[in-house]
C-alpha cells in the first residue's frame, strides 16, 4: 500500500513538473529608465499579455538648442534599421520606399560620426534636429545627414541647426548625405508631448 502511494505522488509530481515546464512562462516585467527617464513596463494579463507604457523607447535628442525626446519607427536602409533595432532593442521596420518621399516631406536628422561620447546611434553626441514641432513645417520624416569631426579632438556637444551649420562653415566638420530616410516622430518637445 505505501508502495503504491509513493508510485501515484511520484506519477503526480512527475506530470506537475512536466505540466510546469510546458507552460508559458510570464512575460518578465521590465522596467527601467530608457534614454530620455521614461519608465517602461509590461506587465502579464489574463490569457494574454497586455503592454502598458511605450512600446518603442524614446531617445534623447536636441532641436532649437533644446532637449527633446524622439522615437525611430521606420527606416529606408536596411543596415541603418538593424543599427537602430539594435541601439534601442525594438524593431524598426525597413521600409524602401521612404527614400522616394518627396523633399517638401523631409526634415534633417543630424547624426554624429565621431566626437563627444554620447547616446547617439554611432555612440557619440545625441542627434540635432531641426523643424520641430509647433510650427507649420514639422514631419517626423527625416533625411539623414552624417556629421564627422575634421579634428576629433575639437569636437564639442553641438544642440542646433545653427551650431551645426556654423561647424561645418568654419571648416570644423563635414556633412554627407547617404539618402536614408527614417521616420523619427517627436513625442517630447518644448511645449508639447504626445
Request: with cysteine.
Amino acid at each position: 500500500m505505501a508502495r503504491r502511494r509513493l508510485g501515484i505522488l511520484a506519477v503526480a509530481l512527475f506530470t506537475a513538473g512536466v505540466i510546469s515546464a510546458c507552460s508559458i512562462a510570464p512575460t518578465p516585467t521590465p522596467t527601467g529608465q530608457p534614454m530620455g527617464g521614461v519608465p517602461m513596463t509590461m506587465q502579464p494579463g489574463g490569457m494574454g499579455e497586455t503592454v502598458k507604457g511605450p512600446i518603442v523607447p524614446p531617445v534623447k535628442g536636441y532641436a532649437e538648442g533644446l532637449e527633446i525626446l524622439f522615437i525611430h519607427t521606420e527606416a529606408s536602409d536596411p543596415q541603418v534599421a538593424k543599427l537602430l533595432t539594435d541601439m534601442m532593442g525594438s524593431p524598426v521596420l525597413v521600409v524602401p520606399s521612404l527614400s522616394h518621399a518627396s523633399s517638401v516631406m523631409l526634415a534633417n536628422v543630424f547624426v554624429f560620426t565621431n566626437g563627444i561620447k554620447g547616446g547617439g546611434p554611432m555612440g557619440f553626441q545625441p542627434d540635432v534636429f531641426d523643424r520641430p514641432p509647433g510650427g507649420p513645417d514639422y514631419t517626423p520624416l527625416r533625411a539623414l545627414n552624417l556629421v564627422t569631426w575634421k579634428d576629433e579632438r575639437a569636437a564639442q556637444e553641438l544642440n542646433s541647426v545653427s551650431e551645426v551649420r556654423a561647424a561645418e562653415s568654419r571648416g570644423e566638420v563635414t556633412i554627407s548625405l547617404p539618402g536614408v530616410v527614417v521616420n523619427m516622430p517627436f513625442v517630447k518637445w518644448a511645449g508639447g508631448q504626445r
